[in-house]
């Protein structure tokens, strides 16, 4: 062969081998890219050491082993063959990278017609010439046809440099670049075949990009996770989507950690990443036989594992003692006692419901936000339940976000009944979603939370105190005998800095006085929230406001929160009225009356909720409760029914 160069080679081979050795060490994702990959890297590898031996064998025919005549053809060919199949593996390699998917059929049958065409020319040369031929002497020489050797190469570079262009987002900056790089050069490089060193330069650059191939897009760290032997979560991506795209089912137990039991420093970060890293290469199975070792692979993100099982029929079996196996207790090293996870747990399974990627990551998201799933070490399975309560969830969601966009809530206002005075001196303010079309009344016990973890509470919360500010401020409310509104706080206000700030001025906009504003606050808002809440319930209070703990009875009830937080008002949840009157027992029914006892020295104002009856109320009024409210009086009505309540009932007194 003319200008031939075996240095070039040499090189090529030292950068395939040195690439092959790393990729061995480190651990893989089972992925078709992955495959494609590592048969370039042979194929290619290959490749040279036929191309040398070809010019070695040549080189000894021409010095007279006229014996090795028909072998150096057979070895020529051999790697004319490779040749083609190394270009179609590193190529559809490119093309699987981005385009994500399979290849599509047009283009494979373009390729594959190609190389079948190219390959029948390259086996019949021996007797056409037409690829080339050695002559007698053993020298080696070019056909007619011989174009078509660089033909290939070029057409697969152009194809994978409009991919490029059709993909740009799929790749990184740097790695575009390369691309770009190594196609336009493989191009130039073909365009100047007659000046350069033949085919050892091309194989030359095709290892070398493939080396540069392993350093950006196929970094063997790129889907590891660096604290565990597991791999990430771009490489979970990687291979649900791989999975599907190849219609290949499979089941994950999704499991999400909670907390550890048994670790003596409480959850400290080097703690838990001991235990993910022990769990992580557990899960592996190293400690039995490669055969006997159930298919599956181990991702981990943040505090959630996914553990992949590639036969999904025996993925619940597995699943199952996976899940017990943590759950009871792992050691995780000989100083520490076994180390106990909470987590919660899921198994679903492909394609099954699911079947994108996107679908995925909303079943977990959901299963990870709705309290229903607040169910610690218990595996829950993929269900027509958990559909539906998936789906309901999601609507009220839609429900919530288009109200705050439309303005679609209305305030219903639950009159507040006083003993003393005989009329009804409050009413409290009750949030409900005006569009009911869709999917029914939805109550706001239902739809607050679902804003609260989807964050859009705060939206909804300003939504609801402007509706009440400007209420007050159009009906004359005063004098229709009201004191004062309570309106309902939730959680999310609580946390809130600026809480009184912001409540200031809103009760300013609408000149409304702050002694005519009552909070409420339920407890577990009061847990959560300390310093803060008791500062900004100092502050208001100073302006004339005043505060209601809300629900009482109907939690821990823990008379710490009495004690510490500025309260005025105590409100009886409907729960411990209702239990009290329902009782049999002489120790339930001694609860409320105490309760009020105990309020009452406190100097607190009580109301009752939840008062449905005439014995209700005269008994709770007889205990010296202040306030009652319930449906015996009124259910939450809308502003002109209250008003027109107000008008009724508080107007024939005064
Ligand atoms: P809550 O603050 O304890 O409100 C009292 C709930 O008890 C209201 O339910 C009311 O309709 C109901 N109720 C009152 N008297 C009776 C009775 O005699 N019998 C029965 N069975 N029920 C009675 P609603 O309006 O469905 O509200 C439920 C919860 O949603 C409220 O409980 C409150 O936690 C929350 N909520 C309602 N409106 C708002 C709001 O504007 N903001 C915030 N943050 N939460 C709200
Ligand atoms: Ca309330
Ligand atoms: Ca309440």
Not at 128 to 157: E, N, T
Not at 559 to 570: A, D, G, Q, S, T
Request: some cysteine; aromatic content about 14%.
């Amino acid at each position: 062969m003319n200008n031939y160069n075996i240095y070039l080679e040499i090189a090529s081979v030292c950068f395939l081998l040195l690439v092959i050795c790393i990729i061995n060490t480190k651990r893989q994702l089972s992925i078709f890219q992955n495959w494609l990959y590592s048969g370039a890297l042979y194929a290619l590898l290959f490749l040279n050491v036929s191309d040398m031996a070809a010019v070695f064998v040549s080189d000894r025919v021409r010095a007279g082993a006229t014996g090795l005549f028909g072998f150096c053809y057979g070895i020529t060919i051999l790697s004319f063959l490779l040749q083609i199949f190394s270009l179609q593996l590193i190529y559809s390699y490119l093309t699987v990278v981005l385009e994500g998917k399979k290849i599509k059929k047009p283009q494979f049958l373009v390729f594959t017609l190609l190389s079948v065409i190219y390959s029948i020319l390259v086996l019949t040369t021996p007797f056409s010439k037409i690829v080339f031929y050695y002559d007698r002497a053993g020298a080696f020489h070019y056909g007619k046809f011989s174009c078509i050797l660089y033909c290939m190469p070029a057409v697969f570079a152009v194809y994978s440099l409009l991919s490029l262009h059709f993909h740009k987002k799929v790749l990184s900056k740097l790695e575009r670049n390369l691309m770009l790089f190594f196609n336009a050069t493989m191009v130039l490089l073909v365009l100047s075949m007659t000046y350069l060193p033949r085919f050892p330069l091309m194989y030359f650059w095709l290892s070398v990009a493939v080396m540069g191939i392993f350093l950006t897009m196929q970094s063997p760290d790129r889907y590891l996770d660096n604290t565990t032997s597991a791999f990430n979560e771009d490489g979970l991506m990687v291979m649900i989507n791989d999975r599907i795209e190849r219609e290949k089912p499979f089941s994950v137990l999704f499991m999400a950690i909670h907390d550890f039991e048994g670790i003596k420093d409480g959850f400290v970060t080097e703690n838990k990443k001991k235990v993910y890293r022990k769990i992580c290469s557990d899960l592996r199975y190293r400690n039995l036989k490669r055969k006997e070792r159930p298919k599956i692979d181990v991702f981990r993100d943040n505090d959630n594992i996914y553990i992949m099982f590639h036969e999904a029929v025996k993925a619940e079996e597995l699943a199952m003692r996976i899940g017990s196996k943590v759950t009871d207790g792992i050691y995780v090293d000989e100083n520490a006692k076994s180390v106990k996870v909470v987590a919660k747990m899921l198994l679903f399974d492909f394609p099954g419901r699911i079947r994108t990627e996107e679908q995925f990551y909303s079943v977990i998201r959901y299963f990870l936000t709705d309290d229903y799933y607040n169910r610690y070490n218990q595996m829950q399975f993929i269900n027509e339940e958990f559909y539906r309560k998936k789906k309901r969830y999601e609507d009220v969601r839609r429900l919530v976000e288009e109200a705050i966009r439309t303005d679609g809530i209305q305030m219903y206002y639950q009159p507040i009944y006083s003993t003393q005075r005989k009329d009804f001196h409050s009413a409290e303010a009750l949030v409900r979603l005006s569009d009911t079309t869709t999917i029914g009344f939805v109550s706001p016990e239902e739809f607050i939370p679902i804003a609260e973890k989807e964050h859009l509470i705060l939206q909804l919360e300003e939504l609801i105190l402007r509706k009440i500010c400007s209420f007050i401020q159009s009906a004359n409310l005063r004098e229709l005998g009201v004191s004062y509104m309570e309106i309902n706080l939730s959680g999310n206000q609580c946390v809130q800095a600026d809480l009184a700030e912001q409540l200031q001025k809103l009760i300013n906009e609408y000149d409304i006085p702050p002694e005519f504003i009552n909070f409420e606050v339920t407890e577990t808002a009061t847990i959560d929230n300390g310093d803060c809440l008791i500062r900004n319930m100092q502050e208001l209070q100073s302006q004339g406001s005043t505060f209601a703990l809300d629900d009482y009875g109907s939690g821990a009830s823990n008379l710490k929160y009495l004690v510490e937080y500025p309260f005025e008002i105590v409100k009886l949840d409907k729960s411990i009225v209702w239990t009290h009157f329902g009782a049999t027992n002489a120790k339930t029914k001694a609860v409320l009356p105490l309760s009020v006892h105990m309020l009452r020295e406190m100097k607190v104002y009580i109301v009752a909720e939840g008062v449905e009856n005439a014995e209700q109320k005269e008994e709770l009024e007889r205990m010296g409760v202040q306030y009652l409210q319930g449906y015996y009086f009124s259910k939450p009505i809308c502003e002109e029914e209250y008003i027109r309540f107000l008008r009724k009932y508080n107007c024939k007194q005064g």
